[in-house]
């Protein structure tokens, strides 16, 4: 991976600017960082973003995780979590087979298809609106999707966007039980990476660098998510989910 120490000083700057916004959105609005998926993938291969996003990921989780360590609903956590390693390791073997090409009109569309199952989720009426967040199979299904789209391509944002809003959750346990979710996926995923040679020695340097902006994001949103209303915040988090989705497609 010695291409990250190539960079011209308009990608540094870029991705200096993702590393804010992935502290931003680990604090602020979680969808966010689909955006940061797709803009790292404009700046190196797909697959190569992947493994270089991953340390960064959990650097703004554990911002997340101390900042918010007190707003978890752990229920919606140990429910999904089985389901979440299933799909990761579905995941694992499809990106080892997979190219750069083929990786991002995937994960856009499954990310795309997320945002749309919401939107119609609020449209069908009240009954859908009741049996969905106590289903099993939403539960699994959400598990299984959120592990393997976190594992092709860190883009299970999301996935748990939808997942999060059907429970219902305040701004507050939103973050936080966003928090320690992509903490522990995260940190579960770094050897699968190595194994597939997607995370290496320059990599975990270039994410040293990263570490301040990354804080420096983490800091802003905490700031900022004070004055964002529960409603605003709802439609920032599936607009920024949809606009990576779409940038991802075309």
């Known amino acids: 991976m010695?291409?990250?120490f190539d960079l011209s000083f308009l990608q540094w700057l870029i991705v200096?600017?993702?590393?804010v916004f992935i502290g931003f959105a680990k604090a602020g609005i979680p969808s966010l960082g689909i955006l940061v998926v797709t803009v790292m993938m404009f700046v190196f291969p797909a697959k190569q973003s992947v493994g270089i996003l991953v340390?960064?990921?959990i650097i703004g989780d554990i911002f997340a995780v101390t900042y918010y360590r007190r707003n978890v609903v752990w229920k919606y956590l140990i429910s999904l979590l089985p389901w979440v390693l299933a799909g990761i390791v579905a995941g694992y073997f499809v990106l080892?087979?997979?190219s750069s090409d083929q990786l991002k009109p995937l994960i856009g569309s499954i990310v795309l298809s997320m945002v749309l199952l919401h939107v119609f989720r609020s449209k069908l009426g009240e009954r859908f609106n009741q049996l969905l967040p106590e289903s099993n199979w939403f539960t699994v299904f959400m598990g299984m999707l959120g592990g393997f789209t976190t594992m092709v391509g860190n883009a299970a944002g999301g996935v748990m966007a939808?997942?999060?809003?059907?429970?219902g959750l305040p701004k507050q346990e939103f973050i936080g039980t966003g928090a320690w979710f992509f903490l522990c996926v995260n940190v579960i995923k770094v050897p699968f990476y190595i194994s597939l040679g997607l995370i290496t020695t320059d990599s975990a340097l270039f994410n040293l660098y990263m570490t301040a902006a990354?804080?420096?994001g983490g800091f802003l949103?905490?700031?900022l998510l004070k004055f964002i209303p529960q409603k605003m915040f709802q439609v920032l988090v599936l607009c920024f989910a949809a606009l990576g989705a779409v940038r991802l497609l075309f």
């Open 2 to 4: 010695s291409i990250i």
């Open 16 to 19: 200096i600017l993702c590393g």
């Open 55 to 57: 340390p960064m990921l």
């Open 96 to 98: 080892d087979h997979v």
């Open 162 to 167: 939808v997942y999060l809003l059907v429970k």
């Open 214 to 216: 990354i804080i420096a």
């Open 221 to 223: 949103g905490v700031y």
